[in-house]
């Protein structure tokens, strides 16, 4: 925070924000989730951070998007907490690690294995990345109410994109092949790149936190077609909506929760 109150990277003050944040990753969706919102309007940018902010049901929620990968994804989680954010949800896209999704099926987000570099910088690595209970019962329920296929499950979070998709020219392919099969036959449903971060930046940070991110099947993947990403913001938007109706607050933070 520069003296200003000036959040360093996502340009933000406190008087800019509310309780709740969607976070997708790329700039060019923040728009686009936000018409959902009441009153949408545009509030700033900075490098990959663009936040505009509406309300739902008279509460509060801004839009920002994070960058690709855990290092600016965690350091949007960090700034956005300590501006007073409380509830943050990933909305993003992901590659489909099963073999029966269908093209576009949304994935609520249980958890996440850390196979990325920032969150060993928080936590050890046998310290789980979950989201919070009653931000994935209200994905879960959005998801359902928009009548898209979709599952509950843990993602794979990784650094490097092209170690996923194009595995064979990487010096290192049988290993990454080796880690990615044993991820699929944990049941990891899909493979992304920020989940991790939100979920442990997240927990250290006592904001509850979610994910829901649309699968590209592995067909897809290799030839097309992107899958459409309407339902996953109508999704994401509507799991806020009833977070705000129902009034539950940072589950994560609850002093029964954290033993405090
Ligand atoms: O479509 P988004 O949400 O950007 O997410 C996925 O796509 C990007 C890679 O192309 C990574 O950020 C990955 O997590
Ligand atoms: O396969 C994919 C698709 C989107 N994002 C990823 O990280 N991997």
Redesign the pocket.
């Known amino acids: 925070m520069s003296s200003e109150n000036l959040a360093h990277h996502l340009h933000l003050r406190a008087e800019d924000v509310g309780r709740y944040a969607l976070l997708p990753n790329c700039p060019e969706h923040v728009a686009p989730i936000a018409a959902l919102l009441d009153d949408p309007e545009f509030v700033a940018r900075n490098r990959e951070f663009e936040t505009w902010r509406g309300t739902l049901g008279g509460e509060r929620v801004i839009v920002t998007s994070t960058g690709v990968g855990a290092p600016s994804t965690a350091l949007a989680v960090e700034e956005l907490a300590a501006l007073g954010v409380e509830t943050m949800i990933r909305v993003?896209?992901?590659?489909?690690m099963l073999p029966d999704v269908v093209n576009g099926e949304l994935a609520v987000l249980t958890s996440a294995i850390r196979d990325e570099g920032t969150t060993k910088q928080y936590l050890p690595v046998e310290f789980p990345a979950i989201a919070d209970i009653e931000v994935v019962l209200a994905l879960r329920e959005a998801a359902e109410r928009a009548g898209v296929p979709f599952r509950c499950g843990t993602a794979h979070t990784?650094d490097s994109?092209y170690g996923?998709?194009e595995t064979d020219r990487m010096p290192m392919a049988a290993t990454l092949k080796e880690r990615f099969e044993t991820w699929r036959r944990g049941g990891a449903v899909?493979?992304?790149?920020e989940s991790a971060a939100v979920f442990v930046v997240g927990t250290v940070l006592k904001v509850r936190t979610g994910s829901v991110v649309l699968?590209?099947s592995q067909d897809a993947?290799d030839n097309g077609p992107a899958p459409s990403i309407e339902p996953l913001f109508a999704t994401a938007v509507d799991a806020v909506r009833t977070l705000v109706a129902t009034g539950t607050r940072s589950g994560a933070a609850a002093p029964s929760a954290v033993g405090a």
């Open positions: 993003g896209a992901s590659g489909s990784k994109y996923e998709t899909c493979s992304e790149m699968m590209w993947i």
